[in-house]
């Protein structure tokens, strides 16, 4: 038997087949912005979880910034976790409040619903008391040319005074053990090394290392003082504050002492280098030697030696009493930058301790020997007693809980979320 299907019963069916069609898309375009929906979340909660890791790096302490020039900010993993939580809920949940533009204040509207499984925070390698994480952070604010604007504990606006140097500080010490202990030098010894033993390798390996440290140097020298820099106040405990550097010791009086006797040892050994190379002082040596030697009865060669290193310790003490009035003093002197310039006066005293000024006034001052100290210094115990200087200011002036192996330059943080794990890596 043969059928024939009307034209009601083809339209019926097309219908039927169009329907299931349309369904399937349906089901398609359901799916299509299903994983659109999964897509655009883990983007969203990718965003949201940046913009939380930055609100950390938010909360830097704004003291150490102003003073120092460092960026850093107090904490532990488990409260960086707490924060990163609370900011970022504050995007992704619906039952948080949230500001929008065009919206009225503390509208709840949310596109996404997200919760975090997982958050994880980990500041190993970003500890302010590391000294490669401490030396960059003093790089890049010396780069920045944050270290010319630097107060560090002191005023460097007052007037200058060079009759006194460590004018209110001499007796400053610090005694109190637990702050003493905890400083981030505690543990570490080195001892300056013997400048009079200096050799042409290690001139040049100087040399090289002061290229290298010059940024270092730059910091220093703008956010501390020292003895003769004619300023002191009392927004610093320490007055001699990269004395400190070189000395390390706990008394300002001490660590002047300390690095003036280092400056006696370098202007001894130069002003001997100074009158061997300068043939009418060596004249005048031999004509008083004969007489010298008759008096004392000694030799004329005895006679020489001594002759010159009275003469030179006369004019080397001369020297650091043109430091301390804040004059300069060449390294190696010309004829025209010996001030003490007869000898047979000199020797018999005739001066009677009074500041003899040379002739040129050209030369390095102070500041330039302590800088050439400094380079001079072990790099490790240069940036942990930097450390020191911080720690004692920043407690003794802002605050007394103050640590710097407390502080942090960054952090590692992941999330795990709609079924994935996001990580990241925030630093200043």
Same mark, same amino acid.
């Given at each position: 038997?043969?059928?024939? $299907?009307?034209?009601?019963?083809?339209?019926? +069916?097309?219908?039927?087949?169009?329907?299931?069609?349309?369904?399937?898309?349906?089901?398609?375009?359901?799916?299509?912005?299903?994983?659109?929906?999964?897509?655009?979340?883990? +983007?969203?909660?990718?965003?949201?979880? !940046?913009?939380?890791?930055?609100?950390?790096?938010?909360?830097?302490?704004?003291?150490?910034?102003?003073?120092?020039?460092?960026? %850093?900010? /107090?904490?532990?993993?488990?409260?960086?976790?707490?924060?990163?939580?609370?900011?970022? =809920?504050?995007?992704?949940?619906?039952?948080? /409040?949230?500001?929008?533009?065009?919206?009225?204040?503390?509208?709840?509207?949310?596109?996404?619903?997200?919760?975090?499984? /997982?958050?994880?925070?980990?500041?190993?390698?970003?500890?302010?008391?590391?000294?490669?994480?401490?030396? !960059?952070?003093?790089?890049?604010?010396?780069?920045?040319?944050?270290?010319?604007?630097?107060?560090?504990?002191?005023?460097?606006?007052?007037?200058?005074?060079?009759?006194?140097?460590?004018?209110?500080?001499?007796?400053?010490?610090?005694?109190?053990?637990?702050?003493?202990?905890?400083?981030?030098?505690?543990?570490?010894?080195?001892?300056?090394?013997?400048?009079?033993?200096?050799?042409?390798?290690?001139?040049?390996?100087?040399?090289?290392?002061?290229? +290298? *440290?010059?940024?270092?140097?730059?910091?220093? $020298?703008?956010?501390?003082?020292?003895?003769?820099?004619?300023?002191?106040?009392?927004?610093?405990?320490?007055? %001699?504050?990269?004395?400190?550097?070189?000395?390390?010791? $706990? /008394?300002?009086? %001490?660590?002047? *002492?300390?690095?003036?006797?280092?400056?006696?040892?370098?202007?001894?050994?130069?002003?001997?280098?100074?009158?061997?190379?300068?043939?009418?002082?060596?004249? !005048?040596?031999?004509?008083?030697?004969?007489?010298?030697?008759?008096?004392?009865?000694?030799?004329?060669?005895?006679? +020489?030696?001594?002759?010159?290193?009275?003469?030179?310790?006369?004019?080397?003490?001369? =020297?650091?009493?043109?430091?301390?009035?804040?004059?300069?003093?060449?390294?190696?002197?010309?004829?025209?930058?010996?001030?003490?310039?007869?000898?047979?006066?000199?020797?018999?005293?005739?001066? *009677?301790?009074?500041?003899?000024?040379?002739?040129?006034?050209?030369?390095?001052?102070?500041?330039?020997?302590?800088?050439?100290?400094?380079?001079? $210094?072990?790099?490790?115990?240069?940036?942990?007693?930097?450390?020191?200087?911080?720690?004692?200011?920043?407690?003794?002036?802002?605050?007394?809980?103050?640590?710097?192996?407390?502080?942090?330059?960054?952090?590692?943080?992941?999330?795990?979320?709609?079924?994935?794990?996001?990580?990241?890596?925030?630093?200043?």
């Amino acid at each position: 038997m043969i059928f024939i $299907m009307s034209n009601s019963n083809r339209r019926g +069916s097309a219908a039927i087949l169009l329907t299931i069609a349309f369904a399937g898309m349906l089901v398609l375009v359901t799916c299509l912005f299903a994983a659109a929906r999964v897509a655009a979340g883990v +983007s969203y909660a990718d965003a949201a979880f !940046q913009a939380a890791g930055r609100s950390v790096l938010s909360e830097y302490d704004t003291e150490l910034l102003k003073r120092y020039g460092l960026f %850093a900010f /107090k904490g532990d993993e488990r409260r960086i976790e707490r924060d990163i939580a609370f900011y970022a =809920d504050a995007s992704l949940r619906k039952d948080k /409040k949230a500001y929008f533009p065009f919206a009225p204040s503390g509208s709840r509207t949310r596109v996404f619903d997200i919760e975090t499984d /997982k958050t994880e925070a980990n500041l190993k390698e970003f500890s302010l008391l590391d000294v490669d994480v401490f030396e !960059q952070q003093l790089k890049e604010a010396a780069a920045a040319k944050t270290a010319e604007r630097l107060t560090g504990g002191r005023n460097k606006s007052g007037k200058m005074d060079y009759s006194d140097p460590l004018s209110g500080h001499k007796n400053r010490t610090l005694r109190n053990e637990g702050v003493t202990a905890s400083l981030p030098s505690a543990d570490v010894t080195w001892s300056f090394p013997d400048v009079s033993s200096l050799s042409p390798e290690n001139l040049s390996n100087l040399a090289d290392k002061a290229a +290298s *440290d010059v940024l270092n140097s730059q910091y220093i $020298m703008a956010a501390f003082g020292h003895a003769n820099d004619g300023v002191s106040d009392d927004d610093s405990f320490f007055d %001699a504050e990269i004395e400190y550097l070189l000395s390390g010791k $706990m /008394k300002d009086l %001490a660590n002047y *002492d300390s690095v003036k006797a280092k400056l006696t040892l370098i202007r001894f050994f130069a002003n001997n280098i100074a009158i061997s190379r300068d043939p009418l002082k060596r004249a !005048q040596i031999t004509a008083l030697a004969a007489p010298f030697a008759a008096a004392a009865g000694i030799g004329e060669l005895a006679a +020489s030696i001594a002759i010159t290193e009275i003469w030179v310790g006369a004019e080397t003490k001369n =020297d650091i009493g043109l430091f301390e009035a804040g004059e300069k003093v060449a390294f190696i002197k010309t004829s025209a930058q010996w001030a003490l310039t007869d000898c047979a006066k000199t020797v018999y005293g005739l001066f *009677d301790g009074r500041l003899i000024r040379p002739i040129s006034k050209s030369g390095q001052t102070y500041e330039d020997y302590l800088r050439a100290l400094i380079f001079l $210094m072990d790099r490790e115990t240069k940036l942990l007693r930097v450390m020191d200087l911080i720690q004692i200011d920043m407690k003794a002036h802002y605050n007394r809980e103050f640590l710097v192996r407390e502080y942090y330059t960054g952090y590692r943080f992941k999330v795990v979320a709609l079924g994935e794990t996001f990580e990241y890596t925030e630093k200043y």
